[in-house]
C-alpha cells in the first residue's frame, strides 16, 4: 500500500543553520505530495505542496522538489529561525476521488535554538 | 472566517464509557477525515467520508463509529471497544476528486482515559 518515510529526529539546530528533513513515497499511481507544520498543542496547517513531477512548492522559505526518479520530497530551508521549531510531516494524497485521503509519514521534531 | 472546529479540546472518559468528539465544517467540503496521531506514529486514518450519508473505514477504524448526516458535520465516537483509545484526535476537510486539493485540519481533541 501508499506509504511515506521521512528521516527520523528529533533535529537539533542553531538559528541561521541549514535545513533538510528527507522524506521518500511509495511510487503507487502518481500522488500529489504535501509537507505540513504542526505547532505545540494545535493541528496541522499545510506548509506546501506539489502536484506533479519537477514541481516545486515554497513557502515562508522552505522548499520542496518532487522528485519521480528518486521518489523523494525532501523538505529544505536555507536558514531556520527559532520560530520555525515545530513538527513536520510529509504525506501524500491517495488517486482517483479521494486526493484529500492522505498517507503520513512519522513527522520529524525540529528544534532551532537561538 | 471558513473553517474547522472540533471541540472539545480536552476530553477525559472513565474506561468502559463511549464518546463523542465534534467535528464541524462551513468551507462547503464534501469529503471529511478522522485522524488519530500518536507520539513518534505520525497520523492514521480512523474514518473517512466523500459526501453526505456515506463513509468509509480507514487502517484503523475497529472499534470507532461515525455518521454523516450533514455535511458540515462529521462526529467521530470512540467506544468501550477501542482499547487504547488515549490520543490526540485530528479532523480534516477537503474538497474530493481534486489532484492538488490538500486537507485541511481542525485544532485537535485531546482525548485521555483516566
Known amino acids: 500500500g501508499d506509504s511515506v518515510t521521512q528521516m527520523e529526529g528529533p533535529v537539533t539546530l542553531s538559528e541561521e543553520a541549514f535545513l533538510t528533513i528527507n522524506c521518500t513515497y511509495t511510487?503507487?499511481?502518481?500522488?500529489?505530495l504535501f509537507w505540513y507544520v504542526q505547532y505545540p498543542g494545535e493541528g496541522l496547517q499545510l506548509l506546501l505542496k506539489?502536484?506533479?513531477?519537477?514541481d516545486k512548492g515554497s513557502n515562508k522559505g522552505f522548499e520542496a522538489t518532487y522528485r519521480k526518479e528518486t521518489t523523494s520530497f525532501h523538505l529544505e530551508k536555507g536558514s531556520v529561525q527559532v520560530s520555525d521549531s515545530a513538527v513536520y510531516f510529509c504525506?501524500?494524497?491517495?488517486?482517483?476521488?479521494?486526493?484529500?485521503?492522505?498517507?503520513f509519514g512519522q513527522g520529524t521534531i525540529l528544534t532551532v535554538h537561538p | 472566517d471558513g473553517g474547522i472546529t472540533q471541540s472539545p479540546k480536552y476530553l477525559f472518559r472513565k474506561e468502559g464509557q463511549n464518546v463523542t468528539l465534534s467535528c464541524e465544517q462551513n468551507?462547503?467540503?464534501?469529503?471529511m477525515y478522522w485522524y488519530r496521531q500518536d507520539p513518534g506514529q505520525g497520523l492514521r486514518l480512523i474514518y473517512y467520508?466523500?459526501?453526505?450519508?456515506?463513509?468509509q473505514k480507514g487502517d484503523i477504524a475497529e472499534g470507532y463509529s461515525v455518521s454523516r448526516e450533514k455535511k458540515e458535520s462529521f462526529p467521530l465516537t470512540v467506544t468501550s471497544a477501542q482499547k487504547n483509545p488515549t490520543a490526540f484526535y485530528l479532523c480534516?476537510?477537503?474538497?474530493?476528486?481534486?489532484?492538488?486539493?490538500?486537507?485541511?485540519f481542525g485544532q485537535g481533541t485531546r482525548l485521555t482515559v483516566v
Open positions: 480534516a476537510s477537503s474538497i474530493p476528486g481534486q489532484r492538488n486539493t490538500e486537507a485541511f
Open positions: 511510487a503507487t499511481g502518481y500522488p500529489s
Open positions: 506539489a502536484t506533479k513531477a519537477d
Open positions: 504525506a501524500r494524497g491517495a488517486g482517483g476521488t479521494s486526493y484529500g485521503k492522505l498517507t
Open positions: 468551507l462547503n467540503h464534501d469529503a
Open positions: 467520508s466523500q459526501i453526505v450519508n456515506d463513509f
